[in-house]
């Protein structure tokens, strides 16, 4: 089994090299690495985000273990150029269409949510989000009005099939979950939603055990921080999938916990943490790792068949919590090497 590791720029090397840490105390037989760069560190040593010879890599490995990109040096850069092209072209390369986003509160760390205890504790769900569509992948561009005013540009567009694709994503995770999906769209103003909504009710036939709600957007937003007890399972597209997994990840106590699975129809992925960069604390070893590492277990659940490791991963990061390990996003102290040592002293 071959694992790309693409550490990318900022915290993205830190914050691997601690999910590879605990990857190597697994001793799982097989289990090979190659690392290449992406992002801003591939421009600048080989004038692309994505060079031919890690997207050859990406392809060729069984899974794909991913760090950050994203570095300020390339802020001028032309958009093709610049490091997050890099993460929109492996999505679209290797067709990983279903973004997976557990939130759920370790009870540890309930004072570390931005919500009241009482509420942040029933945080248990799954964001589901279409990758490969929407505003990211249409027509963009700058113009002139002919008012000679210039003015940008971004198409939001989905086909029925990318929509039934990605609801089947949907209703598959809640029927392996609580059983309850709500689709997330903008439906009382976008035509592109309405179609959205239109295709997941059509979907909706295929799996009748399935409790299926919608709910708009902004609405959904406000009910994340009212009721996020209420949410099993969540679908929606990639511009509020984007928002609405950034902000539960507050509510489960900080975006430096949450883990991500990018996955194609045969499951093979990508595995993120689904904070950035960092460049303001790149270096200074205060970045948590934890996502990073909660990643990794994903990566062993989906894309390598070793459920059993996975879980022995998550009871570890439990464990270190309970134990007190806690970086300086979570209100403590430890470094980012603190943070493995905390993981691996409770796998071992």
Known sequence: MLVALLPGDGIGPEVITQARRVLDALGIGGLTFEEALVGGAAYKAAGHPLPPDTLALAKRADAILFGAVGDPDCDALERHLRPEQAILGLRKELSLFANLRPATLFPELAD???????VATQIDMVIVRELNGDVYFGEKGMRKTTKG????????????DEVRRIARVGFETAMARGKKLCSVDKANVL???????????????????????????????????????????????????????????????????????????????????????????????????????????????????????????????????????RSPDLGGTHSTRDMGDAVLAALT
Not at 112 to 118: G, V
Request: aromatic fraction near 6%; proline fraction near 5%; include cysteine.
């Open 149 to 160: 005013k210039r003015e940008g540009y971004d198409i939001m567009s989905y086909d029925e």
């Open 112 to 118: 570390a949510s931005a919500l009241r205890p009482e």
């Open 191 to 325: 035509e592109t939603s309405q179609l959205w909504r239109d295709v997941v009710i059509e979907t909706h036939a295929e799996f009748p055990d399935v409790a299926l709600s919608h709910m708009y957007v902004d609405n959904c937003a406000m009910q994340l921080v009212r009721n996020p007890g209420q949410f099993d399972v969540i679908v929606t597209g990639n511009l509020f999938g984007d928002i609405l997994s950034d902000q539960a990840s507050m509510c489960a106590g900080s975006i430096g916990m949450l883990p991500s699975a990018s996955l194609d129809a045969a499951q093979k992925g990508l595995y993120e943490p689904i904070h950035g960069s960092a460049p303001d604390i790149a270096g200074q070893g205060k970045a948590n790792p934890l996502a990073t590492i909660l990643s990794a277990a994903m990566m062993l659940r989906y894309s390598l068949g070793v459920p059993d490791q996975a879980d022995r991963i998550e009871a570890a990061v439990a464990k270190a919590l309970s134990g007190g390990a």
